[in-house]
């Protein structure tokens, strides 16, 4: 490999990896602009609870992925009680390796009073970049037009634990 064709393949993964985190969740918010802070707190790896472990997720651009719940939340979503409380807030971590250790970014779900995004089961969305800047956030139409197949009898949430 000449060292001109590593050179390039740092600006390709850059595109690759920003391409991939505009998908998550690419489209304006139909809602609120985006917020200024995350749903979740920065130490939330302290207090939420894992419901899902480290596994592809192809709706994520073929990152890997972890779930992390809220507090109060993580029973709820393993036994499947639903709808989920207002307030409660699901993180998946994107990861760019099999073993989640390579952090690329996260999308976070937060459900809102009755009547905040009835078209969205009431949920919000962001897309947070691995700093925790939030890039997009609100009734995401790219998220919505995929979770919206996990309405029935799912309150948006679509895999199982």
């Not at 192809?58 to 993580?74: K, R, T, Y």
């Not at 990861?95 to 250790?101: G, K, L, N, Q, V």
């Not at 029935?152 to 949430?157: A, K, L, S």
Request: some cysteine; proline content about 9%; glycine content about 8%.
């Amino acid at each position: 490999m000449s060292p001109r064709l590593g050179w390039l393949q740092w600006p390709a993964s850059l595109l690759f990896l920003v391409s991939a985190i505009y998908l998550a969740c690419s489209d304006e918010p139909t809602g609120s602009p985006a917020a200024a802070e995350p749903f979740f707190p920065p130490d939330f790896l302290t207090g939420y609870i894992q419901v899902r472990d480290c596994r592809l997720s192809i709706a994520h651009d073929s990152h890997n992925i972890q779930v992390l719940a809220s507090p109060g939340q993580a029973d709820a979503y393993a036994d499947g009680v639903y709808p989920f409380a207002s307030g409660a807030v699901f993180v998946k971590i994107l990861y760019s390796d099999p073993e989640c250790a390579d952090l690329a970014a996260y999308v976070a779900m937060r459900k809102g009073a009755p009547g905040t995004a009835p078209e969205a089961g009431d949920w919000e969305w962001q897309g947070v970049d691995a700093a925790g800047k939030v890039l997009q956030s609100g009734p995401l139409s790219s998220c919505i037009s995929c979770h919206k197949s996990c309405t029935e009898g799912r309150d948006f949430t679509c895999a199982d634990p």
